[in-house]
């Protein structure tokens, strides 16, 4: 079997821990792969543990144990989420993402892998020590930045539907009062989507009132699960809360001003 210089190995170690985030990796898996020993291999995780704290891009963690090994935790340096959240004010400052009923326009950076990305890392580097079990979003634009934060994770993402589908199989819905548009609306989860007495996140695009996340607090109480967080990218500072909950953002939104400006501003709690 081939025999990789450190060099190579070095690259090989930081490429999987850094796309498996979260996920314990054992020495023996490293060591099959590369046709080295285990001292070697731990030489090498020395090497990218240091350079990844030294440049301030995450952790290498050692959860020691038979069944032990090592994982990647993900980082976004302080520099790097002021830039993030300067570009995201600036570009949704633009007095054209007004649509009609003031609501701001913001479906294509959240169809943008760029931007979701590094937003799932900030949010998913925010929560890792609250280990959720499940990432929970609704079917909304927001299941992709609540992929990305299951991803960095390494927990499964579910998604509560605005409509049951028959292929889901028996469905629990609740009545919530959507603070979008103030209606009446539904959600509901499949019951072999959530296993009972689970810890879950909640991840949106978008928090106005609150109404969705108190509907998904409802939704998690009938599988008697709970809701341990909540992180958006954007919050409409205009709106009063309806929520009790504590949450984080990336952005703040405060509403259009009377030269019909958008009032953006970087968030102060992530």
Do not use: H, Q, W
């Not at 949106?204 to 607090?217: H, P």
Request: glycine letters at 8%; a positive charge; charged letters at 25%.
């Amino acid at each position: 079997m081939e025999k990789y210089s450190r060099n190579s190995r070095v690259s090989i170690i930081t490429k999987i821990l850094t796309e498996n985030p979260n996920k314990i990796m054992s020495l023996n898996y490293f060591s099959d792969i590369l046709n080295a020993a285990k001292s070697t291999i731990s030489e090498d995780i020395l090497v990218v543990r240091e350079i990844l704290e030294k440049l301030d891009m995450g952790r290498i963690e050692t959860i020691a144990g038979a069944t032990g090994g090592v994982r990647y935790i993900v980082k976004v340096s302080e520099k790097e989420k002021e830039k993030f959240k300067d570009y995201i004010c600036s570009t949704l400052s633009d007095k054209s993402r007004v649509v009609p009923g003031n609501f701001l326009y913001v479906t294509d950076i959240m169809l943008d892998p760029e931007v979701v990305s590094k937003a799932g890392a900030m949010l998913a580097g925010n929560f890792i020590k609250l280990k959720p079990d499940y990432i929970i979003t609704v079917e909304t634009k927001g299941v992709p930045l609540a992929y990305e934060v299951a991803r960095y994770m390494g927990v499964p993402l579910i998604v509560a539907r605005k409509n049951s589908k028959v292929t889901e199989g028996t469905s629990v819905t609740i009545n919530y009062v959507s603070g979008t548009t103030g209606r009446l609306s539904t959600m509901g989860l499949s019951k072999r989507t959530l296993k009972t007495s689970s810890r879950c996140l909640f991840i949106d695009d978008f928090l106005r009132a609150g109404g969705t996340v108190n509907g998904i607090e409802d939704l998690l109480r009938e599988f008697d699960s709970e809701l341990i967080g909540i992180g958006v990218l954007v919050d409409n500072k205009e709106v009063k809360k309806t929520m009790a909950k504590p949450y984080v953002s990336i952005v703040d939104y405060f509403g259009i001003d009377e030269k019909g400006e958008i009032r953006m501003k970087p968030s102060t709690t992530i």
